[in-house]
C-alpha cells in the first residue's frame, strides 16, 4: 500500500530541482497558458512515454472491477433469494458524456472508463460509509492492451531505483496517486493523460496508477471506455461493515515500516447472515 514513509510516495522527499519543475507546470496547467507544453516537466515527461520503460501490457481476457453505490429500492431479489443489482453497461459503466464530471484523467465531459484491479480497491475508491450497499462489476479487456504503468508497491518500484529518470517517475507515481479536493488540482494530471493518450508512434490505452484508498491497490483508466467489455449478470452487492484505518506516530516512522496489510475477511456463516440482511429489502 502506497504510504508516506514510501520514498518515492512521500511529495517532500522528492528533490528541489523536480519539484521546482512541478509547481511550474501545474501553475502553467492551472492558468490555461500554453507555455505548459514547453516546461521543463512536460518534456521531461514526453520524453518518457516515448523510451517505453514504463509501458505495461495487459492481455485480453483479464477482469477488472468497478464500485457504484446501489440503494435497497434499486436491488432485485429473485425467487432463490438472490440478490442482483445494475445489470446494464448504462448502470454500472462510465456515465454519459454530458454527465462526464473532471477526473484524474479527464477532463469534464470527455468519456474514460475507471476501473481497478482489486474488488477491494474499486470499493475503497468511492469512500463508502458503513452500512453502505456497493454494486460491484466487472469488466473484461477485449483486446491486448498496452498502458503506463505507475507502480504501487516498494517492490515493484526498485527496479526503476536506478534509473536517470527515477525521481521523476516518483514525482508522477504521487501526482496521480494522491488525494485531490479541488478539482482545478486535476489540470496537471489530465495534461499529461492528453500526452500519453495522443502520443505518436506509440499506442497508450490508459494509464494504471496506485490507489491511496486500497491496500497495495492499482487502479487503472482506459482512455476508451469500449476496451473492456461489460460483464452482464456477474455482479455483487456488497455491505460496508466496517472501517479500517492504520495509524502510526510520525515520530516512529522507519524505512521498516509497513501497514497492516489487509482488512479481515469475511466468513462463510457472515456471507450467509448478510444475505439475509440483503433479502429483507425485497
Not at 259 to 263: I, L, Q
Given at each position: 500500500m502506497l504510504n508516506i514513509d514510501s520514498p518515492h510516495i512521500n511529495d517532500q522527499v522528492n528533490n528541489c530541482k523536480?519539484?521546482?519543475e512541478w509547481n511550474t507546470f501545474r501553475d502553467h496547467c492551472i492558468e490555461n497558458s500554453s507555455d505548459r507544453f514547453k516546461d521543463d516537466f512536460y518534456k521531461r515527461v514526453e520524453h518518457l512515454i516515448g523510451s517505453c520503460t514504463y509501458i505495461k501490457r495487459i492481455q485480453k481476457g483479464n477482469i477488472f472491477f468497478r464500485a457504484r453505490n446501489i440503494g435497497?429500492?434499486?436491488i432485485?431479489?429473485?425467487k432463490n433469494h438472490v440478490a442482483h443489482g445494475y445489470t446494464t453497461i448504462e448502470e454500472a459503466g462510465a456515465p454519459p458524456t454530458k454527465k462526464c464530471k473532471s477526473g484524474r484523467a479527464n477532463m469534464p465531459q470527455e468519456k474514460v472508463l475507471y476501473l481497478a484491479q482489486e474488488e477491494y480497491t474499486a470499493v475503497a475508491e468511492i469512500k463508502p460509509i458503513v452500512t453502505q450497499l456497493i454494486n460491484i462489476s466487472q469488466f473484461k479487456i477485449n483486446s491486448d492492451i498496452s498502458v503506463l504503468n505507475l507502480p504501487a508497491s516498494n517492490?515493484?518500484?526498485q527496479s526503476f531505483e536506478n534509473r536517470e529518470d527515477s525521481l521523476l517517475i516518483k514525482k508522477l507515481i504521487w501526482e496521480f496517486a494522491k488525494p485531490i479536493n479541488d478539482p482545478k488540482e486535476y489540470l496537471p494530471t489530465q495534461c499529461i493523460s492528453n500526452l500519453i493518450k495522443d502520443f505518436k508512434n506509440i499506442k497508450y490505452d490508459g494509464i494504471m496508477y496506485a490507489s491511496m484508498c486500497g491496500y497495495g491497490g492499482q487502479n487503472l483508466v482506459l482512455f476508451d471506455p469500449n476496451t473492456a467489455d461489460f460483464v452482464a449478470n456477474n455482479e455483487e452487492i456488497v455491505r460496508i461493515n466496517n472501517l479500517f484505518y492504520t495509524i502510526v506516530n510520525i515520530n516512529k516512522l522507519t524505512d521498516k515500516f509497513q501497514?497492516?496489510?489487509?482488512?479481515i475477511p469475511f466468513t462463510q456463516s457472515e456471507l450467509e447472515r448478510l444475505k439475509v440482511v440483503i433479502s429483507s429489502y425485497k
Open positions: 523536480i519539484t521546482f435497497p429500492e434499486k432485485r431479489i429473485d517492490d515493484e518500484f501497514p497492516e496489510k489487509s482488512p
